[in-house]
């Protein structure tokens, strides 16, 4: 967390690196902060004290946030290798497109990194709600120090057809297109 943290305000303090390079490194040392407070903050507690048990809302929580930051992860991985990719293949090109004094190239940036977040947000609460809609046979107990999407869907007494087809459906498009973007480029 420090390490990134230190990526973050050495980008903001530098105005040599304010490229989409670093714009997208910074944006994605913060999701890094962010995923791994997601699921250590837990496993600390869990360390510390002899309750091992996580509360059904804070397993929600924890599943919503988690999925929004490896979406999100995903997502710039996949902006910062086509930016990469860019770069590596047209210098000349990237120079001129890319400059920092382009106002253009900058809202472009911005505009793909929001993008990424709400198509992480929507996609997380999608299936948040989907798995709010189940019902649990007590007791339910998950092997993990985090919830997992699939763990907790695959504890329920419903049915889970639906929700095993939106989550399939999801990662084929979700991270299939970024991982296919990343080795494409």
């Known amino acids: ?29 913060f999701i890094g902060i962010c995923f791994t407070t997601t699921t250590i903050s837990k496993m600390l507690v869990n ?9 059904y809302v804070d397993c929600i929580i924890q599943m919503y946030f988690f999925m929004i930051f490896v979406t999100l992860d995903d997502f710039l991985l996949a902006m910062m290798a086509y930016d990469w990719y860019v770069a590596i293949c047209h210098p000349l090109h990237y120079s001129v497109i ?20 709400v198509m992480s947000f ?17 007791p339910v107990e998950i092997p993990h120090f985090f919830c997992e999407l699939n763990q907790v869907v695959h504890l329920t007494c419903s049915d889970t057809f639906l929700n095993d087809m939106v989550m399939n459906f999801g990662s084929m498009l979700l991270v299939g297109g970024p991982l296919s973007g990343i080795l494409y480029s």
């Open 1 to 29: 967390m420090i390490g990134n943290l230190i990526i973050i305000l050495v980008i903001i303090s530098d105005s040599h690196l304010h490229t989409p390079m670093y714009f997208f490194l910074s944006n994605l040392s």
């Open 47 to 55: 360390i510390q004290t002899p309750s091992k048990v996580i509360t």
């Open 98 to 117: 890319m400059s920092p004094s382009t106002l253009l190239s900058y809202q472009i940036c911005v505009l793909l990194v929001l993008l990424s977040w």
């Open 122 to 138: 929507l996609t997380s609460l999608l299936h948040t709600l989907m798995t709010l809609q189940l019902s649990f046979c007590p």
